[in-house]
Nanobody, 123 residues
Framework: QVQLVESGGGLVQAGGSLRLSCAAS???????MGWFRQAPGKEREFVAS????????NYAGSVKGRFTISLDNAKNTVYLQMNSLKPEDTAVYYC?????????????????WGRGTQVTVSS
């Protein structure tokens, strides 16, 4: 069983920064990890993903150039550095693992999920 625990969320003003962390424990066959977010009344949407080898990354268009995903395999931790935050980035952010060998943008491509961390950006 794999457990994922997110941290680092909070309240920040527009234009500010936050760094989210997601620590993984347990046996995992993950080939990649990803971040998703879900705002109230909206579907869960893809934010960013990274391969376990760290040779590939993928970003949603809405965050490209502002967010950076990184991975520390020694710590089994994936990070999401979020800069130039906007009110529309407000959501619960989830990390997840994928065993597919690719970097899916659909939640269905991920098999383990954390419980999420709230990010609120005030205008």
């Amino acid at each position: 069983q794999v457990q994922l625990v997110e941290s680092g969320g909070g309240l920040v003003q527009a234009g500010g920064s936050l760094r989210l962390s997601c620590a993984a424990s347990g046996r995992t066959s993950a080939t990649g990890m990803g971040w998703f977010r879900q705002a109230p009344g909206k579907e869960r949407e893809f934010v960013a993903s990274i391969s376990r080898s760290q040779t590939s990354t993928n970003y949603a268009g809405s965050v490209k150039g502002r967010f950076t995903i990184s991975l520390d395999n020694a710590k089994n931790t994936v990070y999401l550095q979020m800069n130039s935050l906007k009110p529309e980035d407000t959501a619960v952010y989830y990390c997840a693992t994928t065993p597919t060998g690719v970097l899916p943008t659909s939640p269905g491509g991920y098999n383990y999920w954390g419980r999420g961390t709230q990010v609120t950006v005030s205008s």
